[in-house]
């Protein structure tokens, strides 16, 4: 069974620099899984952040980005603010139709 | 604008059954691919299933194999998600989410979701 993980949380203070990264329980993270990213805050449907590894979904923020670091994907916030403390998912498209999403990482700005 | 709607959630009992539905509008709805996704309450997101834009093809995490059936009806704009077998672990916040254009693989546009809570 594939698993995908996550930090479960991350702290980053106002202004700041964050990556949060997305690991397969076996393998490397490649462009060929597609990576994209979401964010959700409590209550609310999750948001497209970033979709195929880098490219930004319409209207987001360029503090956001996206990447390949290593063997896993990464999305990183730079000058990070208040608002952007959020739950923060990754998904992964294994193929034959299937999506895994990793566990989130719950980041807290202060 | 795109607009996902799901309606349909609610109490049940465990062994029920419930079938969810999305009312899709804002985009020609039988182009794309669509999907569910749940949320149990303090967790994180679940994928479920997912249909091509005909409805000839469908997918599931192996978690609700056998027990859920996604379907659509393209001439009512509507994607359909059957529960069957219902568990306690099914309780959740269930997502529609149109998937992108082909070729770019992921959910673009998501609904407000419906809660089902399985509970006696």
């Known amino acids: 069974q594939t698993v995908v993980t996550q930090e479960p949380s991350f702290s980053v203070s106002p202004g700041g620099t964050v990556t949060l990264t997305c690991a397969l329980s076996?393998?490397?993270?490649?462009?060929?899984?597609?990576p994209s990213w979401y964010q959700q805050t409590p209550g609310q449907a999750p948001r497209t952040l970033i979709f195929?590894?880098?490219t930004r979904s319409s209207g987001v923020p360029d503090r956001f980005s996206g990447s390949i670091l290593g063997n896993k994907a990464a999305l990183t916030i730079t000058g990070a603010q208040a608002d952007d403390e959020s739950d923060y998912y990754c998904?992964?498209?294994?193929?034959?139709?299937?999506?895994?999403f990793g566990g989130g990482t719950k980041l807290t700005v202060l | 604008e795109v607009q996902l709607l799901e309606s349909g959630g609610g109490l049940v009992q465990p062994g029920g059954s419930l079938r969810l539905s999305c009312a899709a509008s804002?985009?020609?709805?039988?182009?794309?691919?669509m999907s569910w996704v749940r949320q149990a309450p303090g967790k994180g997101l679940e994928w479920v299933s997912v249909?091509?834009?005909?409805?000839?093809?469908?997918y599931y995490a192996d978690s609700v194999k056998g027990r859920f059936t996604i379907s659509r009806d393209n001439s009512k704009n509507t994607l359909y998600l059957q529960i069957n077998s219902l568990r306690a672990e099914d309780t959740a916040v269930y997502y529609c989410?149109?998937?992108?254009?082909?070729?770019?693989?992921?959910?673009?546009?998501w609904g407000q979701g419906t809660l089902v809570t399985v509970s006696s």
């Open positions: 249909i091509s834009g005909g409805g000839s093809s469908t």
């Open positions: 804002g985009f020609t709805f039988s182009n794309y691919f």
């Open positions: 989410a149109k998937r992108a254009a082909d070729g770019l693989k992921y959910f673009d546009y």
């Open positions: 076996s393998g490397s993270v490649s462009t060929s899984y597609y």
């Open positions: 195929s590894t880098n």
């Open positions: 998904v992964l498209y294994m193929g034959s139709g299937i999506w895994v």
